[in-house]
């Protein structure tokens, strides 16, 4: 059975000397927020009002939350958490802090169209496990975050509700799939939010926002309700955050064994459990906290993966963060074949985003309201044999094999989290990359993302890390990728990390003026 709440009595007291006006609450952390709701120095109708104010002024400009509920329902929640602490019942740590769940995740009450006109009144009976914990925790649901057309892309457009621009600057991508999760969070319309990560849709928009992003390990997360329990074992949810004290915290909620998930991880939950509490404590790193930690950073792979100019340059200044730290620094040319690697991603995506959307096709207009991505997928995945699909499983093994050597002498493996910056947000996809030695074209939708996939294929859990902004003040990040079933430590590591970029961290987007 899974423990849903994390006490609250856990949670550290503000780091400010005085709260912030009632109606800049939006600007706390999360867990400061928790503080100070359960100290009762402000109130759940506080919080509330303070985030949907913020939400209306600035939500129109970035539309990143959708399907918003209504007002005078959500601060009648509020008030009912009020009267619930009054009566000193908390649900957990959660309790009263708004949410908006990406809108790939299923909601009862809420619209869940995964960003398609054929399920624009899609109205889910349960909430999946992930919305069900975070509630149970005591957070209020108060709408939807934008997404891509059923998640494909990493750019946040849809014919349904429009496109999610960039945080740091409007006329920009904010990435995808969690494009909208992850501005929201940057601009502080949420104080933390949950992504899902099939290729990169969790860690490409946190580094595109200057925010902390987790893939979890496969399993960690139950995936539930879910028609097929033992293939799909591609795609995982996680959290989001601006400080990986919030990230550990929405993390510990958020992941249990479920036995209903004969995939998941188990064993260990109540330990994990724990260890999210006491790294959420306000643990402060040590100058030296990472000595001994080996990095092992993998770069362009030898040139492999064409990097627009001034991204891995970048990433190195993240590197050098890490060095300050402690920790060991090692330049790695990994013994792996990419493009073999990138054949396999190819089969193993189309068919599991065909066996996923084919259904849809059998709705009225499907075929011509269908981005023509999907119909691409679909199409890809018609000539694929079972062997086919099998070798491709094979070589998904071998990486994992791989990267599992790769991570007996290294702590960490580090890559880019995305291979181009923010582009302009008409475009559908980046056509080509503007490298040092010239453009080089992009032969599908989602090429210019291949950096992402070893993280994915190998179910290793991944850290998106800030990494700084370029001249033009847009945000990049790097990915550290863990042991297997390394949350723990990897978040240790982030925690250090952390500490050393607080003048990158401090910047936040313009239009916040000096809140």
């Known amino acids: 059975m899974h423990t849903p709440s994390i006490a609250p009595a856990l949670a550290p007291t503000l780091a400010h000397s005085s709260d912030p006006s009632s109606n800049e609450l939006f ?3 999360a867990m400061e927020l928790s503080s100070g709701l359960h100290a ?8 509330m009002t303070s985030f949907l104010d913020h939400i209306h002024h600035f939500n129109p400009i970035y539309n990143a939350i959708v399907n918003l509920r209504d007002r005078d329902s959500l601060l009648m929640e509020a008030r009912a958490a009020d009267l619930a602490l009054s009566k000193g019942q908390s649900k957990g740590w959660m309790h009263g802090l708004p949410i908006a769940v990406k809108d790939l995740a299923q909601t009862s009450g809420v619209a869940t169209t995964l960003g398609s006109p054929l399920l624009e009144h899609n109205m889910p009976k349960e909430d999946c496990v992930m919305v069900s914990r975070m509630r149970e925790c005591g957070a209020i649901l108060i709408g939807k975050t934008n997404t891509p057309e059923f998640g494909l892309g990493s750019h946040t457009f849809n014919t349904l509700f429009g496109t999610t621009s960039n945080a740091y600057n409007p006329k920009l991508s904010a990435g995808g799939s969690s494009g909208g999760a992850a501005c929201a969070l940057a601009l502080r319309m949420l104080p933390l939010a949950d992504g899902s990560d099939f290729m990169g849709s969790l860690r490409n928009p946190a580094a595109w926002q200057n925010i902390f992003g987790l893939r979890p390990s496969q399993g960690r997360i139950p995936n539930l ?5 033992f293939v799909q074992q591609l795609g995982v949810e996680g959290p989001m955050a601006r400080n990986i004290a919030d990230l550990s915290m929405l993390l510990g909620t958020q992941a249990g064994y479920d036995d209903r998930f004969p995939l998941g991880i188990g064993s260990e939950s109540k330990d994990f459990m724990q260890e999210m509490k006491e790294l959420a404590k306000g643990y402060v790193p040590k100058s030296n906290s990472l000595s001994g930690i080996k990095v092992a950073w993998l770069g362009d792979l030898d040139g492999y993966l064409p990097m627009e100019r001034g991204v891995l340059s970048q990433c190195e200044k993240g590197l050098a963060r890490l060095e300050q730290s402690g920790a060991h620094i090692e330049h ?20 599991s985003v065909a066996h996923r959307l084919s259904p849809l096709l059998s709705l009225p207009g499907a075929m011509n309201q269908m981005k023509p991505e999907a119909l691409w997928e679909i199409q890809g995945a018609k000539d694929i044999s079972a062997i086919q699909f099998l070798n491709a499983s094979q070589t998904r093994s071998q ?17 880019p989290s995305a291979q181009v910056w923010p582009f302009a947000k008409e475009m559908h996809w980046p056509s080509s990359i503007d490298t040092h030695k010239g453009q080089v074209p992009m ?8 950096v992402v996939i070893y993280a994915t294929l190998a179910g290793l859990p991944t850290l998106n890390v800030p990494v700084g902004f370029n001249k033009e003040g847009l945000p990049m990040g790097m990915q550290l990728i863990g042991q297997p079933r390394g949350e723990v430590q990897l978040l240790k590591i982030g925690q250090a990390y952390e500490a050393q970029i607080s003048d990158w961290l401090s910047i936040k987007p313009s239009i ?3 809140i």
Request: one cysteine or more; a negative charge; proline letters at 5%.
């Open 332 to 351: 790695l040319s990994p013994n792996l074949d990419p493009q073999k690697v990138w054949s396999a991603w190819l089969t193993l995506r189309h068919v």
């Open 40 to 47: 009762k120095r402000f109130s759940c109708e506080d919080v």
């Open 225 to 229: 309700p879910s028609t097929e329990l």
């Open 443 to 450: 032969d599908t939708y989602h090429r210019w993302m291949e």
């Open 512 to 514: 916040l003026g000096a």
């Open 399 to 415: 990486l994992f094999q791989k990267l599992h050597t790769l991570l007996q002498s290294h702590d960490v493996l580090c890559l």
């Open 27 to 29: 600007s706390l952390s």
